[in-house]
C-alpha cells in the first residue's frame, strides 16, 4: 500500500551467487526426452546452475548477502533483520535466515524465512520496506534463495528444463529523503495452490517409502495453467503498483520481471506496451530460480548500470500458493558504487571468521553449561 511516508527504505547494497556448474539444454536432452530446440524455443533458457553437493540455500544465500552488505558498506553486526524468501529451506527448520545470522555473525537481528512461491522475494522486500518505514528498524537484509535442483524430478521433462538454483540479496537502510520501495501490491489465490506444489514432505502427507517411491517429493506442475495466470497477473500488477505511487506504465525505466518463461514475459512487456530495452532478462543463463530471480536478476542490472539516480524500477513475479507481487522503487544510489579499499575487505573478512568462532563458541559454550547445571542438580539430590 501506499502511504504518507516518514522515511524511505533505501536500496544500498545488492549481490547474488549462482553456483559454478552449468547445466545446458544439451545436457538436459541426454537425460529425459526433449530437444535444445525445444527448451529455447517454448523457454527461453539455454542452461542453468546447479548447486554442489556441498552448497545449500544458506550457504548461497551467505554469498549473496555478503556481497550485498559489502556494496552497503554495512557491518554484519549492526544488520537489525534477514528475511530468506525460499521455498527449498535447508530445514523445514530451523530457518535457513537463521543459519545466514549466524555465518554472517549478525547479532543484532531477527530472521525469518518468508515462503510465497516465487513471489517471495518481493513480498519479503515488501515487508522490510514497511518494518522500515514505520520505524521498527534502520535496516534489513532481504534474500531470496533457491536450491530447487533438490525438489526437481529429474526424469519429469515438464518441470525439470526450467528451474535452475542460485541466491540473491537486499540491502535497505532507512533514509529520510525521498526514495527507495515506494509501494508494492501482493496478492494471492489459494484456491489454485494444485497447480503448482511439493505434494508430500509436509503435514498432509509426512514423509513415508511410499511418497518417496511415489515421486512426491518433487515439483508438480500443471505448466500451461500457470502459464495462462501468469500471463494475466504480471500485466495486471505492474498497472496496480504504478498507479499506486502516481506514475505511468511509460515511466518505468528498468522492468524486472520474474525469470519463468520468455513467452510470459514477452506476453507481460507486450500487453504493458514496455520497450525491450526497459525489460531485464538473465533467464537465458539462470532458468527459473523462483524466489532469487528476482534479486539476482535486479542486482545483475544495477551492475551494468542499468538505473540512475530518480529513475522508477519495477519488480513483478507470480509463483506457487498461488501468489503474485509487484513492487515499484525509485533508485536513489549513485553508480558506479566506489569499490571498498583492501583494508576494508580484509576487516569483513575477519569479521565473517570472527563470527564461525563465536558461533562455535556458543556451542560449547552450552553444552559446557548444561553439563555444569546437570553436575549441579546431581549434587543437590
Ligand atoms: O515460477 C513459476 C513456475 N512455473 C512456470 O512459470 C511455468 C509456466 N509454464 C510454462 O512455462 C510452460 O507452460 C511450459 C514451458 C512448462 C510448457 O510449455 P507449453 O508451450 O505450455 O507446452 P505444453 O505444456 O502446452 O506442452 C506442449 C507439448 C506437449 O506435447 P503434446 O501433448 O502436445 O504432444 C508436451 O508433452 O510439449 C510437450 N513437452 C515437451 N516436449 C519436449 C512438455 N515439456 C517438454 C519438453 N520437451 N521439455
Redesign the pocket.
Known amino acids: 500500500m501506499a502511504n504518507e511516508r516518514r522515511r524511505g527504505a533505501h536500496i544500498t547494497g545488492w549481490g547474488r551467487y549462482a553456483p559454478t556448474r552449468v547445466l545446458t539444454n544439451d545436457d538436459?536432452s541426454r537425460m529425459?526426452?526433449?530437444?535444445e530446440e525445444?527448451?529455447r524455443q517454448?523457454?527461453g533458457i539455454l542452461e542453468r546452475r546447479v548447486a554442489s553437493s556441498g552448497e545449500t540455500t544458506a550457504s548461497m544465500s551467505l554469498r549473496a548477502a555478503q556481497a550485498a552488505l559489502d556494496v552497503a558498506e554495512l557491518d554484519p553486526r549492526k544488520v537489525e533483520l534477514i528475511i530468506v524468501a525460499t521455498v527449498t529451506p535447508d530445514h523445514a527448520f530451523p530457518a535457513t535466515a537463521c543459519l545466514v545470522q549466524d555465518a554472517l555473525g549478525a547479532r543484532s537481528a531477527g530472521a525469518f524465512d518468508l515462503s510465497a512461491?516465487?513471489s517471495g522475494f518481493v513480498y519479503g522486500l515488501s515487508l522490510a520496506a514497511g518494518l522500515i518505514e514505520v520505524g521498527q528498524y534502520d535496516n534489513a537484509v532481504v534474500i531470496g534463495a533457491e536450491t530447487l535442483s533438490r525438489i526437481t524430478d529429474w526424469t519429469d521433462?515438464?518441470?525439470?528444463?526450467?528451474f535452475g538454483d542460485g541466491a540473491g540479496a537486499l540491502v535497505l537502510q532507512a533514509n529520510g529523503t525521498r526514495g527507495g520501495v515506494l509501494a508494492s501490491v501482493l496478492r494471492a489465490d489459494g484456491s489454485g495452490g494444485d497447480l503448482?506444489k511439493l505434494p508430500a514432505g509436509g503435514s498432509v502427507q509426512p514423509a513415508t517409502t511410499e511418497t518417496v517411491n511415489q515421486r512426491q517429493h518433487y515439483i508438480h506442475?500443471d505448466?500451461?495453467e500457470?502459464?495462462r495466470f501468469?500471463s494475466r497477473v504480471l500485466p495486471e500488477a505492474t498497472r496496480q503498483v504504478v498507479e499506486l505511487v502516481g506514475r505511468k506504465v511509460e515511466d518505468i525505466v528498468l522492468f524486472v520481471p520474474?525469470q519463468?518463461?520468455g513467452?510470459?514475459i514477452q506476453s507481460a512487456v507486450r500487453a504493458l506496451k514496455i520497450p525491450p530495452d526497459r525489460v531485464f532478462t538473465n533467464l537465458a543463463r539462470y532458468g527459473?530460480t523462483?524466489s532469487a530471480?528476482v534479486p539476482m536478476a535486479l542486482a545483475e542490472a544495477i551492475d551494468e548500470g542499468r538505473v540512475r539516480k530518480g529513475d522508477l524500477i519495477v519488480c513483478v513475479a507470480?509463483?506457487?500458493g498461488l501468489t503474485w507481487a509487484a513492487t515499484a522503487i525509485e533508485w536513489s544510489v549513485p553508480l558506479p558504487v566506489p569499490k571498498s579499499p583492501r583494508w576494508r575487505i580484509f576487516w569483513r573478512w575477519m569479521l565473517y571468521r570472527l563470527a564461525r568462532i563465536q558461533s562455535w563458541w556458543r556451542r560449547l559454550w552450552r553444552q559446557a553449561d548444561a553439563w555444569i547445571q546437570r553436575l549441579g542438580e546431581g549434587e543437590d539430590h
Request: glycine share 8%; with cysteine; charged share 15%.
Open positions: 538436459l529425459v526426452d526433449t530437444s525445444w527448451i517454448r523457454t512461491g516465487c521433462r515438464n518441470t525439470c528444463v526450467l503448482l506442475m505448466g500451461r500457470v502459464f501468469a520474474h519463468a518463461n513467452r510470459i527459473n523462483s530471480s507470480f509463483g506457487a
